[in-house]
T-cell receptor
């Protein structure tokens, strides 16, 4: 079990550019989550997938944000026309949904985005 | 909407001293409660969780948390901390009707000094 991995770990971009992040969940985990964490705050939920289906999107996820999980394995999060307010740590988590009350979410190390 | 409050942004303690990290949540319904820890340059790791049953839950490294429904609290405690416990601790809540997303507090940085 190699854990959740995210790439890149750091990204610096200029305002207006597009960026894409990748998340590889733990093998066979059917749920994948994206969170955003700004300085001094806890992680905030953005969206999640059950296999390839995107089941919920937060209001934080503006039209410039899009997430995909095309084959139910890895996921990408794209931000178009980045703004300075997008600077944050983007966290990915995965879990194995069973019939139990709740499933533990395992987090990756995050991608730190800096928009200049 | 549910929310989680961690009143202490930083807690400095000396090694081997006891510590309590406070967490309060706002919800009128039953919830699931979690503590996550984030060591420097690492991802969030689940420390312990309360789903139901005994109100006192323990982790493998000596931390414990007690669910108090009347006070809507889930404080984290350890009787004797180590230098290696230095980290950011996040309390989180999920709605049993929608366990798919976690709502986190702002975190408490525990700094253990020798």
């Amino acid at each position: 079990d190699t854990g959740v991995s995210q790439d890149p770990r750091h990204k610096i971009t200029k305002r207006g550019q597009n960026v894409t992040f990748r998340c590889d969940p733990i093998s066979e985990h059917n749920r994948l989550y994206w969170y955003r964490q700004t300085l001094g705050q806890g992680p905030e939920f953005l969206t999640y997938f059950q296999n390839e289906a995107q089941l919920e999107k937060s209001r934080l996820l503006s039209d410039r944000f899009s997430a995909e999980r095309p084959k139910g394995s890895f996921s990408t999060l794209e931000i178009q026309r980045t703004e300075q307010g997008d600077s944050a740590m983007y966290l990915c988590a995965s879990s194995l949904k069973r019939d139990s009350p709740t499933d533990t979410q395992y987090f990756g190390p995050g991608t730190r985005l800096t928009v200049l | 909407a549910q929310s989680v409050t961690q009143l202490d942004s930083q807690v400095p303690v000396f090694e081997e001293a006891p510590v309590e990290l406070r967490c309060n949540y706002s919800s009128s319904v039953s919830v699931y409660l979690f503590w996550y820890v984030q060591y420097p340059n690492q991802g969030l790791q689940l420390l312990l969780k309360y789903l139901s049953g005994s109100t006192l839950v323990e982790s493998i490294n000596g931390f414990e948390a007690e669910f108090n429904k009347s006070q809507t609290s889930f404080h984290l405690r350890k009787p004797s901390v180590h230098i290696s416990d230095t980290a950011e601790y996040f309390c989180a809540v999920s709605d049993p009707g929608n366990t798919d997303k976690l709502i986190f507090g702002t975190g408490t940085r525990l700094q253990v000094f020798p």
